[in-house]
């Protein structure tokens, strides 16, 4: 069945969420979860990151995960590379995005990443050369993520010069396409709307891959209401909204995909998502992680009476 | 000090809140509340409810907090009135502002309010024929709110045209302006934006005096954000998201004024409200009720590094 989406929804539960939390998941667990999200209609999933399994344990098992999810049908399998190593390892397994981060703040580049930004250039112009190696029908596409791109809880104020400046250095380093990053909750509506606008007119539409956004202060769906008019459609989301950015403190919470797919639909845009299955996938989630609190409002509210999704169900 | 507003936030915890909630709040308490949001800036608040005190006793107080809120310097003091009746009541202590509800979903008006439409318009005449006979700087404005104006908990879909036939029967029964309220949670922004343009187009923007949107399902903050875009310059919110509809089953939660504030000023929108004494205003509302659950990201996460509001703090 072909279906028309018009706006993707990136589930990063499995990576953001997870690393966020101090449970480990199962890898059958994760294997359910990621088979039920996609059984749900979520078009792409961040199922992992190749970081070393002393930081994160709790993603050791990302290359099972990339094997095991590019065996679902017409499911986009991303995955996070920290530098070249990571990348290496990942193209071993084929997974269809990558997605290396860049935090425009170079003081949480350095405390999140340990490197500076002339570094991170340096593993994006090395991950590029390897995947150019591949067949070009092999070949993963590589996002840059522009992390702390509205603000840092370090450095504070982050210049939008800047944003732009290394949104241009990624690509010129070879990135595909490069993604703005709510890493810390700072962002407002009008920054959403300015920054997308800024790329757009700098690198054109095609490369900017999407948005990730963070609800630290409830701002979430209405930076996301900022994307949409300035046509954005691919929006990143987390099952029950775990997750956040371990490394920039006071900063929790991504964007509850459930009520994200519930904003979207309401508004007559199709996700290619089924509700129940949806909320089944997140009873699965919380029956795996039962002392992890789950955000949302939809799956307790369920859907309004006579309620019609874009999406046929 | 004549200080210039973008926003107007009608806080209406003190009526919606508490009604919604078992525990009583003292009279002294709310009082201290009441003075306390308008220290910070808060320009409007709903302190009560002129509703039979065997149905709501947590409303009991209403005409003492009304004449007490009165000697607050430049704080517009609302009231819900139910019908005559309540409106005698109320216009007795002098608010400036009288709200009457009217459910556009008859099934939802006849067991919230014990009432057909027709009842309801009759109490809107006679309120509007009690105002008049004031002197005309002692009359308060008299606003028809929709309540179920999204849609019905018992009824489901509620016509957009059902809206607009309520809307105008208001006005020519009297009404100063007509409010739009989402009491069950069921609002997109595709209707926020379509009913507000509907509504200015038939009456004019003078007529439509605000939003009063819930977070039921998490909707509010992108709610507000189509409200802003059409033009909507007031917008009801309670404190610590208190409240809801008690006569709409699974229905809760109001859209939470601490979120609200920190989204308008981040967006460059000025509503007069200082943010460090808003957030000891919920100190102290979580005080004084000690049981109940406070709702709100931006008190816990607290201000980003480096932000600036436009209301100078």
Not at 27 to 33: L, M, P, Q, R
Not at 105 to 120: A, F, G, I, P
Request: glycine share 8%.
């Amino acid at each position: 069945m072909v279906q028309t989406i018009d706006i993707e929804i990136s589930e990063v539960g499995p990576r953001d969420g997870l690393q966020s939390i101090e449970p480990i998941m199962q890898t059958k667990d994760k294997k359910a979860w990621i088979n039920a999200l996609a059984a749900a209609g979520v078009p792409e999933i961040e199922v992992g990151s190749f970081v070393p399994q002393s930081l994160l344990p709790q993603l050791a098992d990302t290359a099972e995960l990339v094997s095991h999810a590019r065996h679902i049908d017409s499911l986009t399998v991303a995955v996070l590379v920290p530098n070249l190593k990571g990348a290496q390892n990942a193209l071993a397994v084929r997974p269809h995005k990558m997605t290396i981060p860049l935090s425009v703040s170079e003081t949480h580049s350095l405390k999140n990443l340990r490197r500076t930004h002339d570094q991170v250039l340096d593993e994006v112009r090395g991950i590029r050369a390897a995947i150019d190696e591949l067949e070009t029908a092999e070949r993963p596409k590589l996002e840059g993520s522009l992390s702390t791109a509205f603000g840092c809880t370090l450095e504070g104020d982050v210049p939008a010069s800047k944003v732009l400046e290394m949104a241009e250095k990624l690509m010129a380093a070879g990135c595909d396409e490069i993604g703005l990053s709510d890493t810390t909750g700072f962002a407002s509506p009008r920054q959403v709307r300015d920054y997308t606008r800024n790329i757009h007119q700098l690198l054109g539409p095609k490369a900017l891959a999407g948005i990730h956004l963070h609800n630290t202060r409830g701002q979430g769906l209405a930076n996301v209401m900022a994307a949409l008019e300035v046509g954005l459609t691919t929006v990143d989301a987390s099952m029950g909204g775990i997750g956040g950015c371990p490394f920039a403190p006071g900063a929790s919470g991504n964007i509850v995909t459930e009520d994200l797919v519930f904003l979207l639909e309401s508004m007559g845009l199709k996700t290619g998502i089924n509700f129940e299955k949806l909320f089944a996938a997140r009873q699965l989630l919380q029956k795996a992680l039962p002392t992890v609190e789950l955000f949302g409002f939809t799956p307790l509210a369920g859907l309004p009476k006579g309620f019609s999704p874009a999406t046929p169900q």
